[in-house]
């Protein structure tokens, strides 16, 4: 069974930094790109990033661009999200979220519960 | 950035009966070279993650009960739930993969009449 589980969030101040993890299991992790999504409170969702499978590419969302970056390790069967100059719009609960193949530009079919990131001074 | 537009963003359909969700895609999400269209629904209840419903605009995931089809090829899309249930309330997404930054659309909020 697959399972996804981020961890790392928590109450930063603003300009500070926080580094997501998410720890996955029940499939060949090496196999699959991954992507964080984020929600925040009461709203929709919004793709932040996403790496290959090796890692070789990646993507951010323009507002996240410069300040942000996934990295995985497939040894360790962990995705990370590096968060730095945090700003208050930062704010949501960060998902990660299994792409259906090894590249890029695939549906999510398996999500993690979150890990709520709050910006706040 | 594709836009992706839902509608309606709130919809009350009473048990038994269908409900229907629409997305709109401000671009052409369909790819020629394999004729597939690059669009997912999903449902999120309160307090879970988003789970993925369908895939390739029309690919039900597995697992998910067969009152619940996709339909729809280039820019315009359809959810349907063909009798209503009681669990399904929820909140559901469109999403577009065909191109970075993939993009959700608003939502919508599906309830008991």
């Known amino acids: 069974e697959v399972h996804l589980v981020e961890s790392g969030g928590g109450l930063v101040q603003p300009g500070g930094s926080l580094r997501l993890s998410c720890a996955a299991s029940g499939f060949t992790f090496s196999s699959y790109a991954m992507s964080w999504v984020r929600q925040a409170p009461g709203k929709g969702l919004e793709w932040v990033s996403d790496?290959?499978?090796?890692?070789?590419?990646?993507y951010h969302a323009d507002s996240v661009e410069g300040r942000f970056t996934i990295s995985r390790d497939n040894s360790r069967n962990t995705l990370f999200l590096q968060m730095n100059s945090l700003r208050a719009e930062d704010t949501a609960v960060y998902f990660c979220?299994?792409?259906?193949?090894?590249?890029?530009?695939?549906?999510?079919?398996?999500w993690g519960q979150g890990i709520l990131v709050t910006v706040s001074s | 950035d594709i836009v992706m537009t839902q509608s309606p963003d709130s919809l009350a359909v009473s048990l038994g009966e269908r409900a229907t969700i629409n997305c709109k895609s401000s671009q052409n999400v369909l790819y020629s070279s394999n004729n597939k269209n690059y669009l997912a629904w999903y449902q999120q209840k309160p307090g879970q993650p988003p789970k993925l419903l369908v895939y390739?605009?029309?690919t039900r995931e597995s697992g998910v009960p067969d009152r619940f089809s996709g339909s729809g090829s280039g820019t315009d899309f359809t959810l349907t739930i063909s009798s209503l249930q009681a669990e399904d309330v929820a909140i559901y997404y469109c999403?577009?993969?065909?191109?970075?930054?993939?993009?959700f659309g608003q939502g919508t909020k599906l309830e008991i009449e």
């Open positions: 790496i290959s499978g090796g890692g070789a590419g990646s």
């Open positions: 390739w605009a029309s």
């Open positions: 999403q577009q993969y065909y191109s970075i930054p993939y993009t």
């Open positions: 979220a299994r792409e259906g193949a090894y590249d890029m530009g695939w549906y999510f079919d398996y």
